[in-house]
């Protein structure tokens, strides 16, 4: 039986199929990218399979367990971790705190939480960044403390929502680095929704592509580099036809252009 | 073992701020023996209840955002449950306060449980609603003495009474609350520490993060909501024995519920020190008023003008209270 398994899920907003009859599977261990053109529901999926929205219709195993009806919280608990496109951090809380609480999922005490915290943080190599609080970091800094404050809740699968938006190259390979290490280092399954192609391409051993709510592909990086479906809805027409090649980088633009 | 250490653990503050902590602490322990005026220790005594008051506020208003305007009404329960069993009963003290507190949590659940499902302006509103219903009933049960209220009669119970806090000199009731008052400091020290304390901390920040931590963040509000309860109900039972009258107009009035609400967010909703700093200036100020501008300042409000001042000069320069200006100031220092 597969660690995670997705059947059939459908959630609609009124009228929109913002996710429809999505159905795929996760190995434990592996790293898998979702990735499509804004609005395509990514993000709807990741809130349908946390819990934060009730599912339309389908069906979410999780380790052999039916988790289809569970809320947000007791996902957490099971070891789903998550983290969220928009978090503008507000509060008193320091970075070291803000992971704390995470690790208060599985202890009440105050100094195995901070032992945990204080554990994660050094593993992600923000340890130096501890006692600061998350508004007063660079957005790069920030964006990797998320991700250390998921991994407190100690999830044994994470889905990270574009960790990297907004990173320049270095800062990309340096989360990129990190999202690997999750993986292979702590064993964390995780699902990696990405709009920079490159980094996608680059750590994911597969590739699921959603459009209008729908899958449209799915398969190892560099088939989804070449299908012709991919290319039309994500990657545009017109920017296939006169390339030829693929240019990930620019990718996005063009398809606003074209949409 | 931990949590005892937790409670008396400050060390996160800068040493400067442990210095006059301490020296205000010592202050208040020898204040009684210098000061010769009853007006003075009134004012004192009203500021530890108040300074509790806005403690138990703390908890869910302050580490948690859910601002609170119902509070007189666990006040009520509290001085009530005392009064009653006192005057029906004979039933001390010590005994009718952990009872009251009790009433209070379990009032505290039927009202949070649908109150939580309310966001901001709403929840706000329905607890200002949930206060002025029960005030109505109390108004119109003869059992508590409707609208006349109670009043404990010195004379019945020759002081000083420990057991059922009955005392003439003012000073009896000085040690007692300031001893309530460190034992709800360290309470909060613990309790902003904890994991509840995170939890809620967390929930204020955004709550959709928080429940994808594990937070159930329903049920942390509403066990926070009943320490905030207990906290506060456990302060009626006292402010009962001190005044020995309470009509329902008076205790479970909007006036104390915005009171106490307003001195924490003066002082610094969600820190430690907030709801002290704000009883310290607004309890004197509103007793000084009281004097100096003698009746007429109840009538016309002067006091209240006055409290809507602060207010505006205080959250037009940081929301976060006085507290609030202290530590933005030093981390513009720090870097
Ligand atoms: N809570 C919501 N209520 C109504 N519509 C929503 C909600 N969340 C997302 N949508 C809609 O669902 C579609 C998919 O959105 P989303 O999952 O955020 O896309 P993506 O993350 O792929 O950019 C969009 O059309 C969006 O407007
Ligand atoms: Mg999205």
Redesign the interface.
């Known amino acids: 039986m597969a660690f995670l398994e997705v059947q059939n899920l459908t959630k609609t907003f009124g009228g929109l199929r913002a996710n429809d009859s999505i159905s795929f599977s996760l190995e434990r261990e592996e790293l898998i990218g979702l990735i499509g053109p804004n609005g395509a529901g990514k993000t709807t999926l990741f809130n349908c399979i946390?819990g934060?929205h009730p599912v339309t219709s389908g069906r979410i195993i999780f380790d052999g367990q039916d988790v289809t009806a569970l809320?947000?919280?007791a996902m957490?608990?099971l070891g789903i971790?998550?983290t969220?496109q928009v978090?503008a951090?507000?509060?008193?809380?320091t970075v070291l705190?803000?992971v704390?609480?995470?690790c208060?999922?599985h202890?009440?005490?105050?100094?195995k939480?901070r032992a945990c915290a204080e554990e994660i943080l050094g593993d992600l190599k923000l340890f130096d960044l501890s006692d600061y609080?998350v508004s007063?970091l660079p957005v790069a800094a920030q964006k990797r403390v998320v991700m250390a404050?998921?991994l407190?809740?100690q999830p044994r699968l994470l889905l990270l929502d574009e960790v990297a938006a907004g990173l320049n190259t270095p800062e990309i390979e340096e989360i990129m680095a990190s999202i690997r290490h999750v993986n292979k280092d702590r064993g964390v399954t995780v699902i990696l929704i990405e709009h920079v192609m490159e980094m996608v391409m680059k750590v994911s051993e597969r590739i699921i592509v959603l459009d209008y709510g729908a899958k449209i592909a799915e398969g190892p990086p560099e088939v989804i580099a070449k299908d012709s479906k991919v290319i039309k809805a994500y990657l545009g027409e017109r920017y296939a036809k006169e390339h030829g090649t693929i240019d990930h980088r620019s990718s996005i633009n063009d398809q606003n252009q074209i949409r | 073992m931990e949590t005892l250490k937790n409670a008396v653990d400050f060390s996160d503050f800068p040493r400067i701020d442990l210095v006059i902590a301490g020296a205000v602490a010592f202050l208040f322990l020898i204040f009684p023996l210098f000061s010769a005026s009853s007006f003075a220790m009134a004012t004192m005594i009203q500021f530890f209840m108040f300074s509790l008051y806005g403690m138990g506020w703390n908890t869910i208003g302050g580490y948690g955002g859910q601002v609170d305007l119902g509070k007189a009404q666990y006040v009520g329960i509290g001085a009530y449950t005392t009064a009653v069993m006192l005057l029906r009963w004979d039933i001390p003290f010590w005994v009718s306060m952990p009872v009251g507190m009790g009433i209070a949590v379990i009032w505290s659940f039927i009202i949070g449980y649908p109150l939580f499902r309310l966001k901001g302006h709403y929840f706000a509103i329905a607890t200002i609603a949930t206060s002025l219903v029960l005030k109505d009933l109390f108004t119109v049960w003869s059992f508590v003495g409707a609208a006349r209220g109670l009043e404990i009669s010195p004379i019945t119970y020759p002081p000083p009474d420990y057991m059922r806090l009955i005392f003439k000199e003012d000073i009896y009731y000085y040690y007692l609350i300031l001893g309530f008052f460190f034992l709800g400091l360290l309470y909060m020290n613990w309790f902003r520490k904890s994991r509840l304390g995170f939890q809620l901390r967390c929930i204020k920040d955004n709550e959709d993060m928080a429940r994808s931590l594990g937070i159930n963040v329903h049920w942390a509000k509403i066990k926070t909501y009943a320490i905030a309860t207990a906290f506060v109900s456990m302060v009626g039972s006292f402010h009962v024995c001190y005044i020995k009258v309470i009509e329902p107009v008076d205790i479970m009035s909007l006036d104390l519920s915005i009171l106490i609400a307003l001195m924490a967010m003066l002082g610094g909703a969600g820190s430690l020190w907030g709801p002290i700093i704000g009883a310290g200036v607004l309890i004197p100020l509103r007793s000084y008023l009281k004097e100096w501008l003698g009746a007429a300042a109840g009538l016309v409000g002067i006091d209240l003008i006055f409290y809507a001042l602060i207010i505006m000069i205080v959250s037009a320069f940081e929301p976060r209270g006085i507290w609030g200006i202290v530590e933005k100031v030093r981390r513009r220092k720090r870097r």
């Open positions: 946390c934060h809320k947000a919280h957490a608990r971790g998550r969220f978090y951090a507000t509060g008193d809380l705190e803000k704390m609480v995470g208060f999922l202890t009440r005490s105050r100094s939480a609080l007063e404050m998921a407190g809740t």
